[in-house]
């Protein structure tokens, strides 16, 4: 099914999205510092793919896949998985917090 990776995707948005409106973790809401987390991934990620696919070391399964591809011959999926998987993370990290809150993780002011 060439949605596949697109749907695993979804289901990891599906699964997190609660997170931000049941423990109010405010994600979104912060949504310039997620914007700097999210810019290093895809950029350093993007590129390291990009060139691995150049080199023909890596490469991806076209039925899997919806076919739109970017720059590099990156799948468009893959620029979707460095968006979607790191803002589950920090969806995730957001919601422990919210829940333990004595728990320090290091960027505590």
Known sequence: MHATY???LAACLVGTAPLEVVLHTAVYARW????ATLLPVVVVF???DAGAIHAAWWHYDGRYLVGATLPGRLPLEELLFFLVIPTCAVLTLEAVRARRPQWLIGDET
Not at 32 to 35: D, F, N, T, W, Y
């Open 6 to 8: 697109l749907l695993i």
């Open 32 to 35: 310039v510092r997620l914007a």
């Open 46 to 48: 993007g590129a390291w």
